[in-house]
């Protein structure tokens, strides 16, 4: 069988010649409750630089994006015929608090009354947005106590993937202020790369995109992934 470590997303492979994986990283305080004093300080100019650097090492991007990376819009709705958007999600958030920049977002169809193969009328909306320059995936961070319980310091997750891989590429790390302790740089450290990787990789959902070292073949079950 493979084991997690072994197994890797479609665009995530550990490969030495790839390239590096290119984070943005924006960091947001959310709510009143985080002092913008040292905390803030800590975790914006030491902790998330330094897990940025670790997580280029381990992973490695198999398509990396060339020119600016643009977010792609969501479909509300779509004609299951041709796969056509008729109405988008809302730029909205990433994660239930990290607001999504609306510059990251690339252009997008809409084929609202019917699909094109029934002569439906598409219009492509040009937003005319500048994307992310130099970077592979967007890591929002947050600051706020909103769905932190008992000891977690953090939490992360993904929220848009690429239509044509199904890599993240955007993604949340929220940390939970009340836990945070400058002087345990350490255990931040550790954390933070914890759950920057389920934000790009190790989580139950993606693993349908994972791929087999080496062959880059589908892993044929979840099982594969779990054992």
């Known amino acids: 069988c493979v084991s997690v470590l072994q197994c890797v997303l479609l665009a995530c492979l550990p490969v030495p010649a790839l390239p590096q994986v290119i984070l943005e990283i924006p960091f947001k305080v959310v709510g009143a409750e985080y002092s913008p004093g040292v905390k803030k300080g800590g975790m914006l ?3 998330m630089p330094k897990v940025a650097d670790i997580i280029k090492g381990l992973i490695k991007v198999n398509a990396p994006v060339s020119g600016n990376l643009f977010l792609p819009r969501q479909c509300n709705a779509f004609w299951p015929s041709t796969g056509e958007c008729a109405t988008v999600r809302p730029v909205g958030t990433c994660g239930s608090l990290a607001a999504h920049n609306a510059q990251y977002f690339g252009s997008y169809t809409l084929c609202p009354d019917q699909p094109s193969s029934n002569g439906g ?7 005319s947005q500048t994307g992310v320059a130099n970077a592979d995936m967007v890591l929002y961070v947050t600051a706020s106590q909103a769905s932190c319980s008992g000891t977690t310091l953090a939490y992360a997750g993904y929220c848009l993937l690429d239509p044509t891989t199904g890599r993240p590429l ?3 790390v929220n940390w939970c202020p009340n836990m945070v302790d400058v002087a345990d740089f350490e255990d931040e450290l550790d954390t933070g790369v914890h759950e920057v990787l389920h934000a790009m990789v190790f989580s139950s959902s993606l693993f349908t995109y994972f791929r087999q070292p080496g062959t880059n073949n589908q892993v044929s079950a979840l099982t594969d992934v779990a054992d």
């Open 121 to 127: 009328t598409c219009t492509t909306y040009d937003t």
């Open 170 to 172: 955007a993604g949340f």
């Open 45 to 47: 100019n030491v902790v």
